[in-house]
């Protein structure tokens, strides 16, 4: 936890989004993180995206697990709901709040000792309900908390900054997301603002349970030669397959992409996705087609990023409850309590 405050000075022509908020009503406390993180990078891209979409600070709820990632929501959205659960539970607390107040919008960060290992059943879950929540991976390949050793996302034959090769195979958490049923899968890298924001903008407003694994290479441990999660080898390896933009359905829609080069998705809300293709044979809607994508760029030792997967017409947990149309933490007593011959009804209906 950071306790240390930011300065208070405003600059007297600060730049406002469309509901009067600067980027700094956006940020949170002074970073504790080593200097250089890629969580750090992440942290910008999120406040970012969240001024430009104009979302009242309040109206965002932040959660996390254990880990050097776990702690970046303290350096963001410091006007924010948060809670900060123990080692791999973030998922089954999000659940918790999203099916008490559906009308927030819940940003979860993680990292990948945090969800693919002592996570992975909750994450894999989580996927399963189809949560609307946006969930980030902040993803390096090594356990910063615990001095480096490699973590279950670590590529076979990646080397730690001891020497230590890792012999075993890696869990990819773009592919587990896709294959359980995740409605927006993407992958960007920590110093690809570019790319991030709009990812961040799109996932957030995605109707569904959307997911985005974000290389972060530790500047401490794992960004030396050897290390596949390191600046210098993302930075060689990466491929995008689409440059995305983020269009919300309230604004004007205009892009400047060369025509026939753009792939536009559009939302049941009416938002759009424009994607500049990089490679001609890829399809975002087609879920067995980008499964396919990434596990033979894996193979190849490549470092696949951009959006591989979304679901237009996906629907949420609440939609799959049929909740009530009114958030539960505003129902009254009465509302919840059916009456005694209301309850015997339901339970003959269920025999």
Known sequence: MSYMKKPQFRHPHIVENDIGFTRRDYEGG???LCAGCG????????????FELSIEPHRIVKLSG??????????FLGKSHGFNSVHGRMPSI??????ANKDLFYLGVSGDGDSASIGLG?????????????????????YGLTKGQSSATADVGSRSKKGETNIYNPIDVVSLAIDMGA?????SFSGDKEQLVPLIKAGLMHPGFAFIDCLSPCVTFNDHVGSTKSYDFIREHNRAVNKTDFIPMKNEITANYPEGATEVIRSHDGSELRLQKLESEYNPVNRAAALDQVVRARQSGTVLTGLFYVDTEANDLHSVLNTSSKPLNQLNKNQLCPESDKLKSINESLR
């Open 30 to 32: 002074m970073s504790t």
């Open 39 to 50: 969580h750090d990078s992440i942290s910008s891209a999120i406040m970012q995206a969240v």
């Open 66 to 75: 254990i880990g050097c990632s776990s702690k970046t929501p303290t350096y």
């Open 94 to 99: 999000a659940t918790g709040a999203n099916l």
């Open 122 to 142: 909750q994450f894999a879950h989580v996927i399963r309900r189809r949560l609307n929540m946006l969930y980030i991976i902040e993803n390096n390949g090594a």
């Open 183 to 187: 409605t927006f899968v993407a992958r």
